[in-house]
């Protein structure tokens, strides 16, 4: 058998981008293929080419009265017969279609920008404004819209320009509810965390951030709004409040129609027809774009926002990059407030790497994004001393705060996937960071951009900086991530689980990357991962945490041999290595870390604990420090495995 080479991994990276770009193509070709996309771009084309010749070529003719042929039936001269002064109802309904759309298209502009405007506004205002704004959309949406356009056209007045206003007034409602909905999901994303880290105000993060990635499924329902609009628009015409003669609409028509369905049923049928087409094409190609984009876009877990704590004031040391007393996070529980973290003190020094660990709801992520100023607008932070780069983030003014944090801190999340912004070119958004903070041109932006891509080893940089972050591979998206922290000056780095989505090649490259970041910025970095070796191998101190609380701290050379808590051996003990018999089953932890809502009086690992003692049961240990490592136990193991 011949052995294949092993593809080197940029070569990898260009196959996967040739793969996504085609991946991308066939699913496009695919839809449109579709009985369902045939018969949208059948519909559509039929509606508009008819809304624009028939006006042109028919409405002299349509409008012409003619008193030898009142009311007649279906023949070959009418194919839809005559009205009672003798006009060609077929004639007519073709040319009222450039009428009956483009009435229903303004009500559905007015509705949408209206309810853009209303529903963005809820992301900009504070959040009491933003609740009572929520709260009004919630009640006008609460009324059926035909009565709310009907209540609104009595006001404005009968004619079509009042019959516009009303339905585009009762539309507003539905889309703000939608917009705020959108936003709500889009800011969680990481991308939007990531914007705010480079000190994005809020106005420049929803423009450059939120609106872009929700304005493909706002623009589809405003699609199928119009065929909604289409039927409301002839609902009004019909009953007399919409369209006025001489003008006519297919609404109009229809009550022309019904007037005389004994003599002519045709005359009724023919604009009721045209409603139905008219209304297909719009919904159809609706359902079109919201299948294209069914695989493109996928909720992700809510990324934390800015939540300033409050505490006093006591000033770090010189080289102090992150200094944190009495670290409290509140988060909201089923009974109320709830402390996710519990008082954790952490310093981290420049050029320094401190490892955060501990099992999934330990308060580690929590824990660094209060350092960052990045928790979920729901959540609370309160600390003693909360010092970031030499600035108190409960007294520092705002627009201090995120000018000088955005350029000093930088955010590696867990999946580069959610990361970058997807409708922004990768150059373009470390672009942003250089123009927002160091007032160059946008060439020199660019340029720059173009030079950090290539420091942090994308290949083909200035290629590369024009795609979008679709066509980067996992690995390269966090590397762009990466640049984009270097576009400032960093001074503290916080990689959450920055290598939890990659493969394990691209993970020690990522993970280097961020060596090489560190050295050459002489920066802080806080890295957590639940990975014990990672964090073994590339921090200088590690602190472990369990139910919100640091319960050790400690020399990372140390954690596999001088470990003294209970929980950071039996951590250490579950991760196997060459001398682990592999005939033995791997160790675990017994049991559970406690429900936030249930953490016991005393040390919270009791009940998992095999030293745990009466005292253990009663009294929750403080962290103690001792020749430059901390532990919170009662029983601590010393190094040569006896209990204390
Ligand atoms: S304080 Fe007691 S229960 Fe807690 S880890 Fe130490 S020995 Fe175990």
Not at 35 to 49: Q, R
Not at 140 to 149: D, Q, S, W
Not at 386 to 399: C, I, M, N
Request: hydrophobic share 50%.
């Amino acid at each position: 058998m011949t052995m294949l080479p092993p593809v080197p991994a940029a070569e990898r990276e260009d196959l996967l981008d040739a793969k996504v770009a085609r991946a991308a193509n066939a699913r496009l070709r695919t839809i449109v293929s579709t009985p369902l996309g045939v018969a949208a771009i059948a519909a559509v084309l039929l509606v508009v080419v008819t809304a624009v010749l028939a006006p042109m070529l028919w409405a002299e003719r349509a409008s012409t009265f003619d008193t030898s042929a009142l009311s007649q039936g279906p023949s070959s001269a009418h194919w839809l017969g005559t009205d009672n002064l003798g006009r060609d109802i077929g004639l007519r309904v073709l040319v009222a279609t450039r009428l009956a759309v483009g009435l229903a298209l303004a009500a559905t502009a007015i509705g949408f920008v209206g309810g853009v405007v209303i529903g963005a506004s809820t992301a900009l205002a504070g959040r009491r404004t933003s609740r009572v704004v929520s709260a009004g959309i919630d009640v006008a949406v609460a009324f059926p819209g035909l009565l709310l356009a009907i209540f609104f056209a009595i006001i404005f007045g009968v004619g079509k320009l009042g019959a516009v206003l009303a339905l585009g007034i009762a539309a507003a409602p539905w889309f703000a509810r939608l917009t705020h909905t959108l936003i709500a999901s889009v800011m969680g994303r990481e991308y939007v965390a990531a914007a705010r880290v480079m000190g994005l105000g809020r106005l420049t993060v929803l423009r450059r951030h939120v609106l872009p990635n929700v304005a493909e499924p706002l623009l589809i329902n405003a699609t199928m709004g119009a065929g909604g609009h289409l039927l409301a628009f002839a609902g009004l015409s019909f009953i007399g409040i919409g369209v006025q003669p001489p003008d006519y609409d297919w609404g109009r028509l229809l009550l022309e129609g019904i007037d005389n369905i004994y003599l002519n049923p045709a005359g009724a049928l023919g604009p009721g027809l045209a409603i139905v087409v008219a209304g297909l094409a719009f919904n159809l190609t609706g359902e079109l774009g919201a299948s294209a984009l069914g695989g493109r876009h996928r909720r992700v877990p809510a990324a934390p926002q800015a939540s300033p704590p409050a505490g006093r004031r006591t000033p770090g040391a010189d080289d102090a990059v992150v200094t944190v007393r009495d670290l409290r996070v509140l988060v909201p529980g089923e009974g109320g407030w709830v402390e996710a973290v519990r008082g954790v003190d952490l310093d981290v020094r420049a050029g320094e790497t401190l490892g955060l660990v501990g099992e999934s709801g330990s308060g580690k992520s929590l824990t660094a994004m209060a350092v960052v100023g990045l928790l979920p607008i729901s959540v609370v932070a309160r600390a003693g001393v909360l010092e970031v780069v030499g600035l108190d983030l409960a007294t520092t003014p705002a627009r201090r705060l995120r000018r000088e944090l955005g350029d000093a801190v930088s955010v590696v999340f867990q999946d580069p996937s959610t990361s970058l912004n997807p409708v922004i070119r990768v150059g373009a958004q470390p672009a942003e960071v250089a123009r927002q903070h160091h007032e160059v041109t946008r060439r020199a932006a660019r340029a720059r951009a173009v030079e950090v891509l290539g420091q942090v080893h994308v290949p083909e940089p200035a290629r590369r900086a024009k795609q979008y972050p679709h066509e980067f591979s996992g690995g390269m998206r966090q590397r762009a991530m990466i640049g984009i922290g270097l576009m400032g000056r960093p001074r503290l780095v916080v990689a959450d689980e920055p290598t939890t989505a990659l493969d394990v090649t691209v993970q020690r490259q990522v993970l280097d990357l961020l060596d090489e970041v560190a050295a050459e910025t002489h920066s802080g970095s806080i890295l957590i991962s639940h990975d014990l070796a990672v964090v073994a191998d590339r921090s200088d101190r590690v602190a472990v945490m369990y139910a919100g609380r640091v319960v050790e701290q400690l020399a990372a050379a140390d954690l596999h041999t001088s470990a003294r808590h209970p929980y950071t051996r039996a951590l250490v003990g579950a991760v196997p290595d060459l001398g682990t018999d592999r005939d033995l089953p791997l160790a675990t932890i017994p049991g559970r870390p406690p429900r936030l809502e249930e953490v016991p009086v005393g040390c919270a690992f009791a009940a998992r604990c095999a030293l745990a003692t009466d005292r253990c049961r009663e009294q929750d240990p403080a962290l103690e420090w001792s020749d430059g490592a901390a532990v919170a136990c009662w029983h601590p193991v010393s190094a040569d495995g006896g209990v204390g």
